[in-house]
C-alpha cells in the first residue's frame, strides 16, 4: 500500500476529510486544559493527523456556558475563512469516540525565529512591538515584546472581531512554509469585552487598509442573513453574533486597533 497522502491545511478537502473520515485516537495531549486528544482521521486512501476535543471533556468555566467551547472553535475558523486570511486550521464539529466534539487539522509547528521576548529597558528595539513591562522575579521587571511581524497584526484583528480571551505564545503555530496559525479558540465570541492577548503591539495604531477592507467583507457577512451571520447562528447564541456585529462596527468606525479595556486582565499569564 502506498503512504497516505498528506494534505495540505486550508483546503476543501481537508475540511471533508475531518468530517467524513474515520477518527481514530493516537494519544492524549498533555498539559491541555481540556480533554485535548491527537487523532489520525482516513479516508479513501487520504489520511490527516488531527485534534479532537470532546464536549464532553471540557472543563467548566464561570464566564462561558457549559459545553460551548467545540462550537467556539469552530466559529472562529468560520471567521477566519470569511477574512481569507486563513489564520485558523480547518476546524469541524462533528462525532467521535468520546461523542461531539470539535475537530481540527493538525499543525507541524516548525521552530522559527522567535515570536516573543523578555527584554531589558524600557524601549522593544527594532523589529519588535511592546505587550507590557512584566515581573521577572526579586524585584526585577523586564519588557515583554512580540515580533513586529504582519501576520501577527492580521491575527490581533481576527482576535479583536471574536473576542479573544486567551491569546497565548503558546496558541500560535509558524509553519515551514511561512504562514502562521492560531489555535486554541475555546474561549471566544463572549458578548462582553474578553479580550486577552499578547498582541498588543498595535494597540490604538491605526488598522492597515488591508485590515479595513477585510473588516468591510466581514460587515456585509455579518449583516441579518449574510453567509456568516447565517453560519454563526448555528454555532454560537444570538446575542453573540450581534456582539460580533458590533465588534466589527467599532473598529470600523475608530479604524483602531483596540486598546485594552482596563476591566478584565488584558495580558495572559504566563504568556506562553
Ligand atoms: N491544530 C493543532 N495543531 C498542532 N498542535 C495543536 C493543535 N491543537 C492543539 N495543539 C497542541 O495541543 C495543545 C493543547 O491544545 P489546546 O488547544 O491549547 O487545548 P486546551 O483547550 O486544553 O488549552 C496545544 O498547546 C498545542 O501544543
Ligand atoms: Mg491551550
Redesign the pocket.
Known amino acids: 500500500m502506498s503512504a497516505p497522502e498528506r494534505i495540505p491545511p486550508r483546503s476543501v478537502t481537508s475540511v471533508h476529510l475531518l468530517t467524513e473520515g474515520e477518527l481514530t485516537v493516537r494519544g492524549r495531549?498533555r498539559?491541555?486544559?481540556?480533554a485535548?486528544l491527537f487523532c489520525t482521521v482516513a479516508h479513501q486512501g487520504q489520511e490527516a493527523s488531527c485534534?479532537y476535543?470532546p464536549v464532553a471533556g471540557e472543563r467548566p468555566l464561570w464566564d462561558f456556558p457549559d459545553g460551548t467551547l467545540a462550537e467556539r472553535e469552530v466559529a472562529a475558523y468560520e471567521v477566519s475563512e470569511a477574512t481569507g486570511w486563513g489564520l485558523v486550521?480547518p476546524t469541524v464539529l462533528r462525532d467521535g469516540p468520546y461523542g461531539e466534539g470539535m475537530v481540527?487539522?493538525?499543525?507541524d509547528?516548525a521552530p522559527e525565529a522567535e515570536l516573543l521576548a523578555l527584554v531589558d529597558g524600557e524601549e522593544p528595539g527594532p523589529g519588535w512591538r511592546a505587550i507590557g513591562l512584566a515581573e521577572v522575579g526579586e524585584g526585577r521587571t523586564a519588557l515583554l515584546v512580540h515580533a513586529d511581524d504582519e501576520r501577527l497584526r492580521r491575527m490581533a484583528v481576527l482576535d479583536a472581531v471574536i473576542n479573544n480571551a486567551d491569546r497565548k505564545g503558546?496558541?500560535l503555530?509558524p509553519t515551514e512554509d511561512g504562514r502562521l496559525y492560531g489555535?486554541?479558540h475555546?474561549v471566544t465570541f463572549n458578548a462582553e469585552n474578553k479580550l486577552r492577548t499578547l498582541l498588543w503591539g498595535w494597540a490604538g495604531e491605526a488598522l492597515t487598509d488591508e485590515a479595513v477592507e477585510v473588516l468591510g467583507g466581514l460587515r456585509e457577512a455579518l449583516k441579518e442573513g449574510g453567509t456568516l451571520a447565517v453560519r454563526l447562528a448555528e454555532l454560537i447564541t444570538t446575542a453573540e453574533v450581534a456582539a460580533t456585529r458590533a465588534r466589527v462596527d467599532v473598529l470600523l468606525a475608530s479604524g483602531r486597533h483596540p486598546e485594552p479595556s482596563g476591566e478584565w486582565p488584558a495580558i495572559p499569564w504566563p504568556p506562553v
Do not use: E, R
Open positions: 495531549i498539559d491541555a486544559s481540556n485535548a485534534v476535543k486550521p481540527q487539522l493538525w499543525i509547528a503558546g496558541h503555530l489555535i486554541d475555546g
